[in-house]
């Protein structure tokens, strides 16, 4: 049976692992085609050589695109100083010419209403390319955000870290979905899973220190998988429930800046995740992720 998704994923894969943990998750789902990656945010050279090589590791020649690295709100871009540090020689790894904006509208106009993108990062490509070409809008068939804390007070840091392009993109007539992190911080990964994915070939490996990293980052031996769950609501959604229709707004003043406030409105776009099966969800994020790591000898050549 061929991919029954075919998706785009932008990410600021680099920082937090678990842009890193996602990308794998997709790698390792038969149900998903991934056409390429955009990355975003800071140094998105460096963030797109190590998308490609993780992809390498998994025996993939994913295509990868530079996207933007000042966010739109003009904030400071926050750069914990680890991103790739674990990744000899990514400077060999083969990133597109093509920018990611241009992809993003490229591909969407040239399979309209066929394509998901998968927004796991500042949403400061997403808002550029809705700035440059109404027609995206239309041509996207799903847009699926890892963003916001819906009721928590609190904002979460991809939609304070470029909060006007997160009010540009939900004020547009796109099709959403947002898991926020009342929802992910329902899930946590430990030892018992990091074992599993140690153990999966070259990218289990390299997970896996890059995993170990992070936790040491906070002084901790756990983290929370934000981004893996959001795909998951795109590859297995009766995993989750979802709101009715609504509307997102974010705030964007002073210390409220990127907070998010979801009002339900039957002509909205908008949907947020309002519960999770984490059991399962625990379960199908290892399990695509090693499937990801352990298949290489299996795969053809690309």
């Not at 399979?111 to 440059?132: F, K």
């Not at 993109?169 to 430990?190: A, P, Q």
């Not at 989750?240 to 990127?258: E, K, L, N, Q, T």
């Not at 984490?278 to 690309?302: D, F």
């Amino acid at each position: 049976m061929g991919a029954l998704h075919r998706i785009i994923l932008d990410t600021d894969i680099g920082s937090d692992v678990d842009d890193a943990l996602a990308l794998s998750l997709i790698l390792g789902s038969p149900e998903a085609e991934l056409l390429g990656v955009t990355t975003v945010y800071g140094d998105t050279l460096l963030r797109a050589r190590l998308a490609k090589r993780l992809g390498k590791l998994a025996g993939r020649n994913v295509p990868v695109y530079c996207g933007i690295g000042t966010p739109l709100s003009g904030r400071e871009v926050w750069w914990p100083g680890h991103e790739g540090s674990l990744h000899e020689e990514l400077e060999t790894e083969s990133i597109q010419d093509e920018d990611a904006v241009n992809y993003l509208l490229r591909q969407v106009s040239e399979h309209p209403g066929e394509i998901d993108i998968v927004a796991i990062g500042p949403l400061t490509n997403i808002a550029a390319a809705l700035q440059e070409d109404p027609a995206f809008e239309r041509n996207v068939r799903h847009l699926w955000i890892m963003g916001g804390a819906f009721g928590m007070g609190e904002a979460e840091h991809n939609f304070r870290s470029d909060d006007l392009s997160a009010s540009i993109v939900f004020r547009s007539n796109l099709n959403i979905t947002v898991t926020g992190l009342e929802i992910t911080r329902k899930v946590e990964m430990r030892r018992d899973q990091l074992v599993l994915i140690a153990a999966a070939g070259p990218l289990g490996k390299a997970l896996d220190a890059d995993i170990r990293q992070w936790w040491a980052f906070w002084n901790e031996e756990w983290n929370v998988p934000h981004d893996p769950i959001t795909v998951l609501t795109l590859l297995r959604p009766e995993l989750f429930s979802f709101s009715s229709p609504g509307r997102v707004s974010i705030a964007g003043r002073d210390d409220s800046a990127g907070l998010s406030t979801f009002t339900p409105d039957p002509a909205g776009r908008a949907r947020i995740v309002s519960d999770i099966n984490h059991e399962s969800v625990a379960e199908q994020i290892t399990t695509r992720i090693v499937n990801a790591g352990s298949t290489l000898l299996n795969r053809p050549a690309e």
